[in-house]
């Protein structure tokens, strides 16, 4: 069955840092870019990022770039997001996202929730 | 950037055909995907690229892409059909490419 389980998300304090981790299964894992979707309670789909099947090539939202950094381990069938300098804006529910060869996301995991408060 | 503008809602009757549309600046030359989210739920593909359907996904949900608007089309409308729908494209008149996705819009079913 393919897969992908998200973990850990928590509570951190604006200017903190968090880094989530997504396993996947069921895939040839390195075939594939990885994507990290994020979803502010309430409201809709923000794309966050993205990483090539290779690691060689990653992109950002403007919203993150400079404070959060996406890398993946294909020996260990890993997504990571490491997130820097949070802002109570970054609070949302982390999804990583598989995408398929027509460019859609295809498996979405069931996601993890950042919050950021003081 | 660009953007990707839903109505907020949508509601029809149980059997009756419900139409989500999604319009952006010549939206019609892009390739535009579909997801629906129930609550508690991670989002699932309904349509891909205009108009195709992943397997699993039954043929009452459709779509057509032309112009400046995109429609998803859920035909014979169930009460399990009721859920927030997503369009999304990818944008690459940056120098880098970017997923947009639209605001959302919940279909209610009466």
């Known amino acids: 069955e393919v897969q992908l389980v998200e973990s850990g998300g928590g509570v951190v304090q604006p200017g903190g840092s968090l880094r989530l981790s997504c396993a996947a299964s069921g895939f040839t894992f390195d075939d594939y870019a990885m994507h990290w979707v994020r979803q502010a309670p309430g409201k809709g789909l923000e794309w966050v990022s993205l990483i090539s099947g290779d690691g060689g090539s990653t992109y950002y939202a403007d919203s993150v770039k400079g404070r959060f950094t996406i890398s993946r381990d294909n020996s260990k069938n890993s997504l990571y997001l490491q997130m820097n300098s949070l802002r109570t804006e970054d609070t949302a529910l982390y999804y990583c996202a598989k995408v398929a060869g027509y460019d859609a996301f295809d498996i979405w995991g069931q996601g993890t929730m950042v919050t950021v408060s003081s | 950037s660009y953007v990707l503008t839903q109505p907020p809602s949508v509601s029809v009757a149980p059997g009756q055909t419900a139409r989500i549309t999604c319009g952006g600046n010549?939206?019609?030359?892009?390739?535009v995907h579909w997801y629906q989210q129930k609550p508690g739920q991670a989002p699932v593909l309904v349509v891909y690229d205009d108009s195709d359907r992943p397997s699993g996904i039954p043929e009452r949900f459709s779509g057509s892409n032309s112009g400046n608007t995109a429609t998803l089309t859920i035909s014979r409308v169930e009460a399990g059909d009721e859920a927030d729908y997503y369009c999304q494209v990818w944008d690459s008149s940056s120098d880098h490419p970017d997923v947009v996705f639209g605001g959302g819009t919940k279909l209610t079913v009466l």
């Open positions: 010549n939206i019609g030359s892009k390739s």
